[in-house]
């Protein structure tokens, strides 16, 4: 069995993690080094061993913790101790840890999230308070997912507290998925990426351009300059079209 224990982790999580914790009997049960029999003290036999299996225990349960963790038990020479650190440290509730959830859990909002991630949040949260002996009311908590919700979930809303008897948090849940899908579908994206409207422009815009037959340059034919006309005065080259010849 391999868990991790993280400082941020639900309460209800490290409460769980103490309780299988202190059911092995490595972890509360220390072994006197030596025996005392008709007032003879002698080694106990089954000390080494016992600390053999402490330190393996110790060592692997420090594996299950969070880096940031391993500094708050690196004093702890057995597993007891390392169980009554971690014990005082998180598994006693203080009032301003509730007074800090319960703040958190009236400030939840949907915003930009999914109603899954959302309704995923305020049930986290209300469930800490639950292990912190703090439970949060069934009808508080939907109250609590109403509230967070905008303007686009109002036919949900209206629904919703029109009920005579309030609503489980599983068909809350599956109604808003509806909706959430119902807006995806009636509201889809429809504007592109402005690079990608521009590279669209540039591509239009080189297509309309209209393509002109290759002309050929007009050049005079060149004169041999060995060749002589004595019965010809030399006249300057006036050039030929090579369209037309003339």
């Not at 349960?61 to 005082?88: C, F, H, Y």
């Not at 919700?149 to 599956?174: K, M, P, Q």
Request: proline fraction near 7%; aromatic fraction near 6%.
């Amino acid at each position: 069995m391999h868990m991790e224990l993280k400082a941020e982790n639900k309460s209800s999580d490290k409460r769980g993690k103490f309780n299988q914790l202190s059911t092995t009997k490595t972890c509360i049960i220390l072994v006197l080094s030596t025996i005392v029999a008709n007032n003879v003290t002698t080694p106990n036999p089954s000390y080494n061993f016992w600390v053999r299996q402490d330190k393996l225990l110790l060592g692997a349960l420090v594996g299950t913790l969070s880096p940031n963790l391993v500094p708050l038990v690196s004093r702890a020479t057995t597993t007891k101790e390392m169980w009554d650190i971690l014990a005082q440290t998180y598994a006693k509730p203080s009032r301003g840890h509730i007074k800090q959830l319960k703040d958190q859990f009236n400030k939840i909002t949907k915003g930009s999230r999914t109603i899954t991630d959302y309704m995923q949040s305020l049930k986290a949260c209300a469930d800490n308070l639950a292990s912190l002996g703090k439970p949060v009311e069934h009808e508080d908590l939907i109250d609590r997912v109403l509230d967070g919700l905008d303007s686009t979930y109002t036919s949900v809303i209206d629904a919703v507290n029109g009920r005579d008897t309030t609503i489980s948090f599983e068909e809350l849940h599956e109604k808003l998925i509806n909706k959430e899908l119902s807006l995806q579908i009636s509201n889809p994206p429809t504007d592109l990426p402005a690079t990608t409207f521009t590279a669209t422009s540039r591509h239009h815009h080189r297509q309309s351009r209209p393509t002109w037959p290759a002309v050929p340059a007009l050049l005079p034919t060149p004169i041999d300059s060995n060749i002589k006309n004595p019965t010809h005065p030399h006249r300057p080259f006036l050039g030929k079209c090579q369209w037309c010849r003339e």
